[in-house]
């Protein structure tokens, strides 16, 4: 056998292992997602509504006061901050629907970049039918971006355009190696970037409530009832609170 | 020889971790409702017990620490040193510090110098940072140990090594130029 060939049996068995575990860091970061999704769901349904209901009365309490001296700027700017409150726990709780995220800004760089990609992966430019089809999924990526102002997502994308294995045609050695090559780096880059999402993951309250709450239900006990019902003697107890405030 | 005010302990509790988003959203609030649930203190320490109770050194120490801090149980300083024993005896050098610790300010146990330093030293051997400041300090003071500036100044220049402020700090209020020599 050739050395060439022996470096290409090498390069493509490096390859398969590397997609392998490029396929099992992602889907232990999807399972990760979802089972956090999950969780976030029953929280927000347990005790994430019973603190919306708490922000909700809280807001009527200052209200009656706020009402009761309206020349009290005081009264009235907490009133505000207390309806405000209110609507934010309510929106992530998704009990109303969140505000819509303002239109991005388009800046100099970003339609700057944009350009630089259209230029390079334009379909029009495109020479065979799969390269066109190529090309094609490639800008609609790219479009998509630019609607939502990621500037660092095209330019991701011109790297990774110049780097895509899948232009390499020719199935000789040489072409096969250079393959090879490319598809190990975005192997690589894919597992590197997995890797560092689950990272991030695993830093977030919902993620570290959730290990918490487990954790505790593992050794027999039930935190998300307790802290519902403490919440509730809380909900009652405002609701005197309420009763006082608008009869005084 | 400076003293540390309060008792040092090394232990590890699993805590729940502070919340990383201050805004107070709902989730936010629900990780700063757990760290005050006195329900799940208990319920690990219970876990903790167990294990504790199969040999487990780790938990003998966090067992310790929980008795010593009264976390999910009534605070005990004879049950901490009990634990702590069972921890130090299997060679966990940070249980063998605080040991040492508790027969040095003489809690749960009689205050006792020689053993102080005897359990610091065995934490020392280990490259424990602390029980290396402590027993420099004792070589220092003659505390436990017979008077002995040379091995004063080894376990003192140990620790500084490592980065321990306080042996630095001594060190250098000696007049010893430990990063030499």
Redesign the interface.
């Known amino acids: 056998m050739l050395p060439e060939e022996q470096e290409l049996i090498r390069l493509e068995g490096e390859q398969a292992q590397l997609e392998e575990e490029v396929t099992s860091a992602e889907l232990a970061l999807e399972t990760t997602k979802t089972e956090t999704a999950q969780f976030?769901h029953r929280?927000?349904k347990t005790?994430?509504r019973l603190?919306?209901q708490l922000d909700q009365l809280d807001a009527q309490i200052a209200n009656a006061q706020a009402e009761k001296s309206p020349d009290d700027p005081v009264a009235q700017a907490r009133a505000q901050a207390a309806h405000e409150?209110a609507r934010d726990?309510a929106e992530?709780?998704g009990f109303i629907e969140r505000q819509p995220a303002p239109p991005p800004v388009i800046t100099p760089e970003l339609k700057q970049a944009y350009r630089q990609a259209a230029k390079l992966m334009h379909p029009d430019r495109a020479t065979t039918e799969p390269e066109r089809l190529r090309r094609t999924a490639l800008m609609t990526q790219v479009n998509l971006a630019y609607e939502s102002g990621d500037q660092k997502a095209i330019e991701k994308l011109i790297v990774e355009y110049g780097q895509d294995p899948e232009v390499i045609a020719g199935t000789d050695v040489a072409s096969r190696i250079v393959k090879a090559i490319r598809r190990i780096a975005q192997l690589r880059r894919r597992l590197a970037e997995a890797q560092q999402e689950m990272e991030a993951q695993h830093?977030?309250?919902?993620f570290?409530?959730k290990t918490?709450?487990e954790?505790?239900e593992a050794?027999?006990?039930d935190?998300l009832s307790?802290?519902a019902q403490?919440l509730m003697e809380e909900l009652s107890e405002r609701k005197i609170t309420l009763e006082s405030a608008k009869h005084r | 020889m400076a003293d540390r005010e309060n008792l040092p302990t090394k232990a590890v509790t699993r805590d729940v971790a502070a919340p990383t988003d201050h805004r107070g959203s709902l989730v936010a609030r629900g990780l700063f409702a757990l760290q005050k649930d006195k329900k799940r203190e208990v319920l690990w320490f219970h876990k903790v017990h167990e294990a504790a109770e199969q040999g487990d050194a780790k938990a003998q120490e966090e067992l310790g620490l929980m008795y010593l801090t009264g976390r999910g149980v009534e605070q005990d300083d004879v049950q901490a040193v009990y634990w702590y024993r069972k921890a130090a005896e299997q060679g966990n050098a940070s249980a063998q510090f605080t040991l040492g610790g508790m027969y040095d300010y003489g809690r749960g146990v009689t205050n006792d110098d020689v053993q102080a330093a005897c359990w610091y030293r065995k934490a020392a051997d280990q490259s424990d940072v602390l029980a290396q400041c402590e027993l420099g300090c004792m070589y220092y003071g003659g505390r436990g140990v017979a008077k002995d500036d040379g091995q004063a100044v080894y376990w003192l220049r140990k620790a500084a090594e490592q980065g321990d402020t306080l042996a630095i700090s001594v060190l250098e209020g000696l007049g010893i130029d430990w990063k030499n020599t």
């Open positions: 976030q929280y927000y005790v994430g603190y919306v409150r726990s992530e709780a830093q977030t309250d919902i570290r409530l918490t709450i954790e505790t050794m027999g006990g935190p307790d802290l403490q």
